[in-house]
């Protein structure tokens, strides 16, 4: 009988002392803390625990690499049992967003378009062009559609003015008389006297004429007269 109440006390140990402490079983102990682990790290941690995971959610982090996790449920520390399974949020980095045209628009504009898609307005260089309106973007840096992480800074060439004191007259002959005055405001010019002369082969207030020939250099600011036509 003393072989046999041996190997009984033997099992009993084996089995209510020595499993229990190799697997836990039917025990609970803290859940580990996997947050700011890669999936790789945790996983090989939890399967030593006796526990497993799954993905729950993924979401844009900013700081966080792709596939870091940024959570779990239960949180560290909760009880748990060997089978457990943890859930994690995991991290998809930082979102990329494309930079918007904002080249001939005004700063203000630009500066808006800029927040709207997640971007900051970073420095402004000024450039100085006879083709362009005044105070308007003419590029951006990063250029116009290019990915980069929500939250940059996007640097604008502005442009400041004309380089000289003259322009150019452009060409307004044919153009209805508003479309003619808008055309020489672009250039920094002012419409002059205006003569009417009778046409019956045109729409009424067509230009006929023009007092300087297209691509005359001339002063900014210098007034350019027109001939309409009226009916």
């Known amino acids: 009988g003393i072989p046999l109440a041996s190997l009984l006390v033997v099992m009993f140990t084996f089995d209510k002392i020595i ?38 959610a993924s979401q844009y982090s900013p700081g966080k690499p792709p596939g870091m996790i940024i959570n779990q449920y239960p949180p560290p520390g909760t009880m748990v049992k060997v089978g457990r399974e943890l859930r994690f949020v995991v991290s998809l980095g930082q979102k990329q967003v494309p930079v918007p045209n904002v080249s001939g628009k005004s700063v203000r504009q630009a500066l808006l378009d800029l927040e709207t898609a997640g971007l900051l307005l970073g420095e402004i260089a000024w450039a100085f062009s006879d083709t362009i ?66 046409d019956d082969t045109v729409l009424p207030e067509t230009v006929l004429e023009q007092s300087e020939p297209e691509g005359a250099e001339v002063d900014v600011g210098s007034e350019i007269d027109l001939v309409v036509s009226e009916n």
Request: net charge positive.
């Open 19 to 56: 499993m229990p402490m190799v697997t836990r079983q039917g025990k609970a102990f803290p859940a580990p803390n996997c947050i700011n682990q890669r999936l790789l790290e945790a996983d090989i941690s939890l399967a030593e625990l006796g526990l497993g995971y799954k993905v729950a």
């Open 133 to 198: 309106p005044e105070r308007v973007v003419v590029f951006s840096y990063p250029a116009a559609g290019t990915e980069i992480p929500m939250g940059s800074y996007v640097n604008l060439m502005v442009n400041r003015g004309r380089i000289s004191n003259f322009t150019y007259v452009p060409k307004v002959l044919g153009m209805p008389l508003p479309e003619a005055r808008r055309k020489l405001e672009e250039k920094s010019l002012r419409l002059g006297v205006v003569k009417r002369q009778r």
